[in-house]
């Protein structure tokens, strides 16, 4: 038994003890020591408490070594209370007495029964402690908020003269590195006169968790210099170091090691080089190191399944879903979560969400939160906001996570208020608030222009405690931007050695929605100059700020600087870009060409903006030629019909525009209404084109009047080419004054007080009459004006506009 136990065959030495029993033979204490041992390492319930009655019963239980055998055996199948009574039972105690105390209260995170136990043993004064005795005090302070105690054991190492120990000094090492204090982990590894493969990999560790990336690699490479041999968890931790496209061919020279010393069979190696290059986005190599893999587990399968939804591709991560259901790894809850993070339209949910929600069902997995969760927000991504509030209100208890998920749902629904009111009945629900939960509140006051209840939950946040989170930092100064209140924004920014990539880009956002394109290029000029790398969003922000700005040869210069200076590959939003500053400046021969050799498929926001800029330019040949593309990728779009209807419109098409206004009626399309409005405390006021339901109607059109009096005093004449309707002259002109944005901009003379600035939202793009308008209100009434459509911010002052007249 002690000979199969040696060499590793647990299982076996078991069975040998289960002989011995049925034939009778004697049990002595060397012999309950060894099968004690066994069962703890096996974590065998069962059997660990059949041995424990079986030397209760032979009275052996006050033997020293069978009683320390029991008290390591029970703390590891966690019969924390039967170990507890046994040990305090004993006549005496060794060393490895308290050691196995202080270690199970240590695996089980108890920190303040550890040093009990630990003080319990230095009174006695007939025990000394020893290294292991410190590594388990030292483990529990890692794995807690103890770091302090964790320098009181440092201090009694070094009085004790035990801080030379290797396993201490690891231990120490990954104490100060789990509390951030990598300095300290760092002066510690390099001042050992000897370190095991342990110390290294401790070290390489710590650099990954505290994401220094470049210097775990570069510990590595040194760690090849010495006489250690990099093991599985030197390589598993190399690779978490590589982490990102731009960490590719480090991933792969860590890759070529593993293969250089045949490690690359090994399952937490495969794993590890799994996760690897998913995270690289790197697909292709993800695929073939997995079909090279000679043993899968369902850490595999999550891994490659998680790599596919990571790039929205549902289809290879249900096949590797049904491979696995084939065979004899059995998914869990996270492979359900991943595959459903993989739907993102109503085909695919169709055709493999409601399967997998059923499946859920029948799995018994929907019970699990995290499945429940994530099954609201697969209903959400694939537009079917309604079954994520079903699957919502079936959730018994309900979580923070539950309430998180069910009002960014909303948020990404563009369902602000009911966001807004999720969360009034979560916190009355007796539900905390979390910094997830706030910074998706942010962006519903954000999506809203609502800036007063932006500011409330600011102010909660401030309250709480939760206002130094990065995400609602970065949240709170979106939803400020995207209120008009540059100023406020700009107060909130963090320092610049230490301000998130997030910051960065929404900086530069808030520019960009401006219209102030040099802000915006000095502020990514200045996010590089302190070692940040742009990444997907810096280059969407960037790139819109130079389209607003009209600046094409910027726009293209910085587009193709993306993958061959900063190593980020070019997406459909930036591509987006790049057309719309060309459509804006009517340069369409090469808008076309540049789609043609775009590196993704051009989708509807392609087509939509090339169709939008055709309107400008009254092209109808391209105009045509996007709103067949937008109708062939969905023959019910209505923004297709629209812009298509507006281009006809301004070539004085008329027959072709009620053409068009009766093939929406036939297939039961509706024109979105434009809307206009402005908010004062709690009082929003709402206006349609011609509205005339407001309670201070007569007040607003005498004002257009007067307004429109003094505009022409400085000579103000109507731009008709925005009118929609074949009418004359003079109609075309009284319709474009029953527009919603200046029925508002009207109302917000009247009530705004003087020195206030008058804050417009409308859900259209504002038309060129009415931006002249409101330039000339500005110089003429002197009053400042933000008015803010789905495109951008306009400020109008002193009868500008930030956006220079280009929009």
Same mark, same amino acid.
């Given at each position: 038994?002690?000979?199969?136990?040696?060499?590793?065959?647990?299982?076996?030495?078991?069975?040998?003890?289960?002989?011995?029993?049925?034939?009778?033979?004697?049990?002595?204490?060397?012999?309950?020591?060894?099968?004690?041992?066994?069962?703890? $390492?096996?974590?065998?319930?069962?059997?660990?408490?059949?041995?424990?009655?079986?030397?209760?019963?032979?009275?052996?239980?006050?033997?020293?070594?069978?009683?320390?055998?029991?008290?390591?055996?029970?703390?590891?199948?966690?019969?924390?209370?039967?170990?507890?009574?046994?040990?305090?039972?004993?006549? /005496?105690?060794?060393?490895?007495?308290?050691?196995?105390?202080?270690?199970?209260?240590?695996?089980?995170?108890?920190?303040?029964?550890?040093?009990?136990?630990?003080?319990?043993?230095?009174?006695?004064?007939?025990?000394?402690?020893?290294?292991?005795?410190?590594? $388990?005090?030292?483990?529990?302070?890692?794995?807690?908020?103890?770091?302090?105690?964790?320098?009181?054991?440092?201090?009694?190492?070094?009085?004790?003269?035990?801080?030379?120990?290797?396993?201490?000094?690891?231990?120490?090492?990954?104490?100060?590195?789990?509390?951030?204090?990598?300095?300290?982990?760092?002066?510690?590894?390099?001042?050992?006169?000897?370190?095991?493969?342990?110390?290294?990999?401790?070290?390489?560790?710590?650099?990954?968790?505290?994401?220094?990336?470049?210097?775990?690699?570069?510990?590595?490479?040194?760690?090849?210099?010495?006489? /250690?041999?990099?093991?599985?968890?030197?390589?598993?931790?190399?690779?978490?170091?590589? $982490?990102?496209?731009?960490?590719?061919?480090?991933?792969?020279?860590?890759?070529?090691?593993?293969?250089?010393?045949?490690?690359?069979?090994?399952?937490?190696?495969?794993?590890?080089?799994?996760?690897?290059?998913?995270?690289?986005?790197?697909?292709?190599?993800?695929?073939?190191?997995?079909?090279?893999?000679?043993?899968?587990?369902?850490?595999?399968?999550?891994?490659?399944?998680?790599?596919?939804?990571?790039?929205?591709?549902?289809?290879?991560?249900?096949?590797?879903?049904?491979?696995?259901?084939?065979?004899?790894?059995?998914?869990?809850?996270?492979?359900?979560?991943?595959?459903?993070?993989?739907?993102?339209?109503?085909?695919?949910?169709?055709?493999?969400?409601?399967?997998?929600?059923?499946?859920?069902?029948?799995?018994?997995?929907?019970?699990?939160?995290?499945? $429940?969760?994530?099954?609201?927000?697969?209903?959400?991504?694939?537009?079917?906001?309604?079954?994520?509030?079903?699957?919502?209100?079936?959730?018994?208890?309900?979580?923070?996570?539950?309430?998180?998920?069910?009002?960014?749902?909303?948020?990404?629904?563009?369902?602000?208020?009911?966001?807004?009111?999720?969360?009034?009945?979560?916190?009355?629900?007796?539900?905390?608030?979390?910094?997830?939960?706030?910074?998706?509140?942010?962006?519903?006051?954000?999506?809203?222009?609502?800036? /007063?209840?932006?500011?409330?939950?600011?102010?909660?946040?401030?309250?709480?405690?939760?206002?130094?989170?990065?995400?609602?930092?970065?949240?709170?100064?979106?939803?400020?931007?995207?209120?008009?209140?540059?100023?406020?924004?700009?107060?909130?920014?963090?320092?610049?050695?230490?301000?998130?990539?997030?910051?960065?880009?929404?900086?530069?956002?808030?520019?960009?929605?401006?219209?102030?394109?040099?802000?915006?290029?000095?502020?990514?000029?200045?996010?590089?100059?302190?070692?940040?790398?742009?990444?997907?969003?810096?280059?969407?922000?960037?790139?819109?700020?130079?389209?607003?700005?009209?600046?094409?040869?910027?726009?293209?210069?910085?587009?193709?600087?993306?993958?061959?200076?900063?190593?980020?590959?070019?997406?459909?939003?930036?591509?987006?870009?790049?057309?719309?500053?060309?459509?804006?400046?009517?340069?369409?021969?090469?808008?076309?060409?540049?789609? /043609?050799?775009?590196?993704?498929?051009?989708?509807?926001?392609?087509?939509?903006?090339?169709?939008?800029?055709?309107?400008?330019?009254?092209?109808?040949?391209?105009?045509?030629?996007?709103?067949?593309?937008?109708?062939?990728?969905?023959?019910?779009?209505?923004?297709?019909?629209?812009?298509?209807?507006?281009?006809?419109?301004?070539?004085?098409?008329?027959?072709?525009?009620?053409?068009?206004?009766?093939?929406?009626?036939?297939?039961?399309?509706?024109?979105?209404?434009?809307?206009?409005?402005?908010?004062?405390?709690?009082?929003?006021?709402?206006?349609?084109?011609?509205?005339?339901?407001?309670?201070?109607?007569?007040?607003?059109?005498?004002?257009?009047?007067?307004?429109?009096?003094?505009?022409?005093?400085?000579?103000?004449?109507?731009?008709?080419?925005?009118?929609?309707?074949?009418?004359?002259?003079?109609?075309?002109?009284?319709?474009?004054?029953?527009?919603?944005?200046?029925?508002?901009?009207?109302?917000?003379?009247?009530?705004?007080?003087?020195?206030?600035?008058?804050?417009?939202?409308?859900?259209?793009?504002?038309?060129?009459?009415?931006?002249?308008?409101?330039?000339?209100?500005?110089?003429?009434?002197?009053?400042?004006?933000?008015?803010?459509?789905?495109?951008?911010?306009?400020?109008?002052?002193?009868?500008?506009?930030?956006?220079?007249?280009?929009?």
């Amino acid at each position: 038994m002690v000979a199969l136990s040696s060499n590793g065959y647990l299982e076996e030495a078991l069975g040998a003890y289960r002989r011995m029993r049925r034939e009778g033979v004697t049990c002595n204490a060397n012999s309950f020591a060894t099968v004690a041992s066994l069962c703890g $390492s096996l974590k065998n319930e069962v059997a660990g408490l059949q041995v424990f009655s079986q030397v209760l019963v032979s009275g052996l239980q006050q033997h020293v070594s069978v009683a320390n055998s029991l008290i390591t055996m029970l703390g590891n199948i966690g019969r924390l209370q039967d170990a507890e009574k046994l040990f305090y039972r004993m006549e /005496e105690h060794d060393t490895i007495s308290w050691n196995a105390m202080v270690s199970m209260y240590s695996h089980e995170g108890l920190c303040s029964k550890c040093f009990l136990v630990f003080s319990d043993m230095r009174r006695g004064g007939l025990v000394r402690h020893d290294a292991t005795t410190l590594c $388990s005090l030292i483990c529990v302070c890692a794995s807690s908020d103890y770091v302090n105690h964790g320098s009181g054991v440092h201090s009694l190492c070094l009085r004790s003269g035990l801080h030379s120990h290797i396993p201490v000094t690891n231990a120490l090492v990954n104490m100060y590195s789990a509390a951030g204090k990598l300095v300290e982990a760092e002066l510690l590894f390099w001042s050992m006169g000897t370190r095991d493969l342990i110390s290294w990999n401790t070290m390489i560790s710590s650099y990954v968790q505290n994401g220094n990336n470049m210097d775990a690699l570069k510990t590595v490479g040194q760690l090849l210099q010495t006489n /250690e041999a990099p093991d599985r968890m030197t390589f598993s931790s190399a690779l978490g170091a590589c $982490s990102g496209p731009q960490a590719l061919m480090d991933g792969r020279m860590v890759h070529a090691m593993i293969l250089q010393l045949s490690l690359q069979s090994n399952l937490l190696v495969g794993n590890s080089l799994l996760t690897m290059y998913g995270k690289c986005n790197s697909i292709q190599d993800a695929e073939r190191v997995f079909q090279s893999m000679p043993t899968h587990d369902v850490v595999s399968c999550n891994v490659l399944i998680g790599s596919y939804a990571a790039l929205a591709d549902c289809t290879k991560g249900m096949q590797v879903f049904t491979w696995m259901r084939s065979g004899e790894i059995k998914p869990n809850y996270i492979t359900i979560v991943n595959i459903q993070g993989s739907f993102t339209s109503s085909n695919e949910l169709r055709n493999y969400g409601l399967p997998l929600h059923a499946y859920t069902i029948h799995a018994g997995f929907v019970a699990d939160d995290f499945v $429940s969760n994530s099954l609201i927000t697969m209903y959400a991504s694939c537009g079917d906001l309604d079954s994520s509030t079903n699957v919502f209100h079936t959730i018994m208890n309900k979580s923070v996570v539950s309430w998180n998920a069910m009002i960014a749902a909303n948020v990404q629904h563009g369902h602000g208020e009911e966001a807004l009111k999720l969360f009034l009945d979560m916190r009355h629900a007796g539900n905390s608030l979390d910094h997830v939960c706030l910074a998706e509140c942010l962006s519903s006051s954000a999506s809203l222009a609502s800036l /007063e209840e932006g500011m409330q939950l600011h102010g909660l946040g401030v309250k709480c405690g939760l206002d130094i989170d990065s995400h609602v930092v970065n949240a709170a100064m979106d939803m400020y931007g995207k209120c008009g209140k540059m100023d406020e924004m700009l107060k909130m920014l963090p320092d610049p050695a230490v301000r998130p990539q997030q910051c960065w880009n929404t900086l530069i956002s808030g520019y960009a929605r401006y219209g102030y394109f040099k802000e915006a290029e000095d502020t990514f000029k200045h996010m590089v100059s302190m070692g940040r790398k742009p990444d997907y969003v810096t280059f969407v922000t960037l790139l819109s700020a130079c389209s607003h700005a009209g600046l094409v040869d910027k726009s293209i210069d910085y587009y193709n600087s993306m993958s061959s200076v900063f190593g980020v590959s070019p997406g459909i939003k930036h591509c987006v870009c790049i057309v719309d500053v060309l459509g804006r400046l009517g340069r369409f021969t090469e808008a076309e060409k540049f789609i /043609e050799d775009m590196p993704v498929l051009p989708n509807d926001l392609i087509w939509r903006s090339l169709l939008s800029s055709s309107r400008t330019h009254k092209n109808l040949d391209i105009g045509r030629k996007a709103a067949k593309k937008l109708l062939e990728l969905d023959p019910f779009d209505d923004s297709a019909y629209v812009l298509l209807s507006n281009l006809y419109a301004t070539s004085a098409r008329w027959s072709d525009v009620d053409r068009l206004r009766s093939h929406m009626k036939n297939i039961n399309l509706n024109k979105r209404p434009a809307c206009s409005w402005l908010k004062q405390k709690i009082e929003v006021s709402t206006f349609g084109i011609g509205d005339r339901s407001h309670k201070h109607t007569e007040e607003i059109y005498a004002k257009l009047d007067e307004i429109s009096l003094k505009l022409r005093d400085v000579g103000y004449v109507a731009d008709t080419s925005s009118a929609l309707h074949d009418t004359d002259e003079e109609q075309k002109e009284q319709n474009l004054w029953n527009h919603s944005e200046k029925l508002a901009l009207a109302y917000g003379l009247i009530t705004v007080p003087e020195g206030c600035t008058v804050r417009i939202f409308k859900n259209l793009r504002v038309c060129a009459d009415c931006h002249l308008v409101f330039k000339l209100v500005s110089m003429v009434f002197d009053r400042e004006i933000v008015l803010r459509d789905p495109y951008r911010f306009h400020h109008f002052k002193s009868g500008s506009c930030s956006c220079s007249d280009f929009w």
